[in-house]
């Protein structure tokens, strides 16, 4: 009777399962099944398809650059400066990932908008942020940010304390501890979070489309060129792109959980 | 000049109260060791010397010079944990390499005037060793390239300690580094400890729970109850004679009878101490002392209250005067069983009583007696075990037992207890 009632168990689950993985699977597969590979790959030669893809990955890796440069300061904040407002802070830096992206790039838009006095000081000095690469590369980043800072600071979270504090009295400085023992630590983490942000920033689309202007080869980026391309009703052209796109994206995943579960074993290790 | 001076060292946490007051001094070369319970600020005390904790009040003083301000990576102060806390991204020879190299890079950056000063500081103190002659020292050649994952407890252990030598240290600092490691590499790694301070002429200052650590390694020991030092001195005497009673029980001194001195007599080197035995103050002085023993004895005496009186002998003592309060401890390896198949000698007059075994447990190569004497009063008595099989004692068995008079250490009564 009781070895019935698991076997009950296992089935259920892993029915669920097969139902939950072959939907999204034939969903997002779907849409290869109203092209063919002729008409793909005669896609592939068109050269806007290509400037809108590499348009995307320039300003992506901008983005991840700076997430690169802003981020590990601020996790090392996050994770090792623990005080009241980290709290607050942490709640902040994680915003813009509940926050519709829509409302980020509205945001962005308006305050960065001529008749704003924060973008107008901006305007004056020579900083455009609307309708151009810089205003995508902005928001973007306000988008992307919250995975790579939180990734960084889980893995900053599970350094040992005591080896910090003993590195102290070896001599080493908060730089030499900065540089020397907490990011080669965390090297997975930062990796699983530049994957992880790049590839938020690569498929963002919604913040992007408010500030972007819609310029080809200047602001349209891979996934506003598939949303042009739908309302023109090439859907071939869109086909392909998306098709790129969701190829960047499990790649860019497959990065980020191989390095994740490598934090993940080396955490569950001896730490010593 | 001390090495290492501490001044009135005040440390509170939130509300909470942990160091109230703490001085110390340690001299070059030294072993020292500070002991007390779990939870007393021992370890606040190690990382108020390092840096890594700011006090709220006193002085930090290495070599006569203050070192308040001076940020922890400046300070030439390593700590060596109670587990090894190797960088797991280094492996052995970068581990024991770190802040030698970190110190180079210092070096460098810095004008020539002050590399001249810092020759003169490494000149006049210890000898440079290179970090192949400490790994030899140490016993873990051969380990360089190893990583942190793939060896053992003990290894790691000692790299960590040559990772701490590396760095020409004023003092290490070391808390509880053995209390992860297992009875074998514990005894070797405190005889590394022995050989590095002898060797090496290093400075150490230890801290534990264990007294074991404290007798077996240090050449000065330092009590820290309460938020201050309590006691100091040679680890023996602090032992043999506790200055205070706190400090006996936190050494875990036996047999401790509270008694009033009743007479003195300096020409015969002789002191008098009426002990008053009565159930219910023994009973909460050994409730105290953690041993329950009279508690179940009493019980079953229960509503007999027993109040007799037994007379104490011992060595007269200049600091005692007569009607004075007062505690005496002897130590369980002190208290002579009796043979009866011998007369008396002079030395066992002294202090005799008669009673029976009541318990006796086999520790490690010794015998541990308590003996209940006639008028309710416990003795635990430690023996060899052969002594024990050679007398042929056993449970229940009547004995005599004797305390010499110069055994008994007298400790003076504050009023607090």
Same mark, same amino acid.
């Given at each position: ?54 348009? @995307? !990955?320039?300003?992506? *890796?901008?983005? /991840? ?5 802003? +981020? $590990? ?5 996050? &994770? ?93 400085? @908060? !730089?030499?501890?900065? *540089?020397?023992? /907490? ?5 997975? +983490? $930062? ?5 992880? &942000? ?75 | ?417």
């Amino acid at each position: 009777m009781h070895l019935k009632k698991n076997r009950i168990f296992d089935i259920i689950v892993y029915i669920i399962s097969f139902l939950f993985f072959t939907t999204l699977i034939i969903l997002l597969s779907g849409i290869f099944f109203q092209t063919s590979a002729h008409l793909f790959f005669k896609e592939l030669e068109n050269h806007s398809l290509w400037n809108s893809v590499l348009l @995307s !990955f320039k300003l992506s *890796f901008i983005v /991840i650059s700076i997430n690169l440069i802003i +981020g $590990i300061p601020v996790a090392y904040i996050l &994770s090792f400066k623990k005080s009241k407002i980290s709290f607050l802070l942490d709640i902040i830096s994680t915003l813009p990932l509940t926050t519709s992206p829509l409302v980020i790039g509205f945001a962005v838009l308006i305050t960065m908008g001529s008749l704003n006095p924060i973008g107008k000081f901006f305007i004056d000095n020579g900083l455009k942020f609307v309708f151009t690469p810089q205003g995508i590369v902005l928001v973007q980043l306000i988008i992307s940010f919250p995975f790579f800072v939180n990734i960084v600071k889980t893995s900053f979270d599970s350094i040992n304390r005591k080896m910090i504090d003993l590195s102290k009295t070896l001599g080493a400085s @908060s !730089f030499d501890i900065l *540089f020397k023992i /907490i990011i080669p630590l965390s090297y997975n +983490g $930062i990796i699983a979070g530049l994957a992880m &942000s790049w590839s938020r920033s690569i498929g963002e689309y919604a913040a992007t489309q408010m500030v972007s202007g819609v310029i080809p080869n200047l602001t349209e980026t891979a996934p506003i060129e598939v949303f042009v391309k739908t309302s023109y009703g090439n859907y071939p052209a869109a086909i392909a792109i998306a098709g790129i796109l969701m190829i960047i994206s499990f790649f860019s995943l497959g990065i980020f959980k191989y390095f994740n579960y490598k934090t993940g074993i080396k955490n569950s290790g001896s730490n010593r | 000049m001390k090495l290492l001076e501490i001044k009135n060292i005040h440390k509170s946490f939130y509300d909470k109260k942990v160091l109230d007051g703490v001085n110390l001094e340690i001299e070059k070369g030294e072993i020292s060791s500070i002991f007390g319970f779990s939870g007393e600020g021992k370890s606040t005390v190690l990382k108020i010397i390092c840096g890594i904790l700011k006090q709220d009040e006193g002085d930090v003083f290495i070599n006569g010079k203050n070192i308040n301000n001076m940020e922890s990576y400046k300070r030439r102060t390593p700590l060596v944990m109670d587990e090894p806390l190797l960088f797991s991204n280094m492996n052995v020879i970068e581990n024991i390499e770190f802040g030698l190299k970190l110190n180079k890079s210092h070096k460098e950056k810095k004008n020539n005037k002050e590399i001249e000063a810092r020759g003169e500081i490494e000149r006049s103190g210890n000898k440079f060793y290179s970090p192949k002659e400490i790994m030899e020292l140490l016993g873990i050649t051969g380990l360089e390239k190893r990583y942190p994952s793939e060896i053992s407890m003990g290894q790691a252990q000692r790299i960590s300690l040559a990772r701490a030598l590396m760095v020409n240290p004023d003092i290490i600092l070391m808390d509880e580094p053995f209390s992860n490691l297992d009875i074998i590499s514990k005894v070797k790694v405190r005889k590394l400890i022995k050989d590095i301070n002898k060797e090496l002429n290093v400075s150490i200052l230890l801290v534990t729970h264990d007294i074991e650590d404290v007798m077996n390694l240090s050449d000065k020991m330092f009590i820290l109850n309460e938020g201050k030092i309590q006691d100091s001195g040679y680890p023996k005497d602090v032992l043999k004679k506790p200055s205070s009673i706190d400090t006996a029980f936190l050494i875990g001194t036996e047999n401790i009878l509270e008694g009033i001195v009743s007479e003195i007599r300096q020409n015969d080197n002789l002191m008098k101490i009426r002990v008053k035995i009565q159930n219910e103050s023994k009973k909460e002085l050994y409730d105290y002392n953690k041993m329950n023993l009279y508690e179940k004895k009493s019980r079953n005496n229960n509503g007999n209250e027993i109040n007799s009186e037994i007379v104490m002998e011992a060595d007269f003592n200049i600091n005692f005067e007569t009607g004075e309060r007062v505690y005496m401890a002897v130590r369980p390896e002190d208290i002579m069983i009796l043979r009866e198949d011998r007369g008396m000698s002079a030395g066992v007059k002294e202090n005799r009583f008669s009673g029976k075994i009541i318990s006796s447990i086999f520790t490690s190569r010794m015998m541990e007696i308590i003996v209940e004497t006639e008028k309710y009063l416990n003795f635990k008595i430690l023996i060899p075990f052969h002594a024990y099989e050679v007398m042929n004692l056993f449970e229940s068995k009547a004995v005599n037992i004797s305390l010499k008079k110069s055994s008994i250490h007298l400790i003076k009564k504050k009023n607090k207890l």
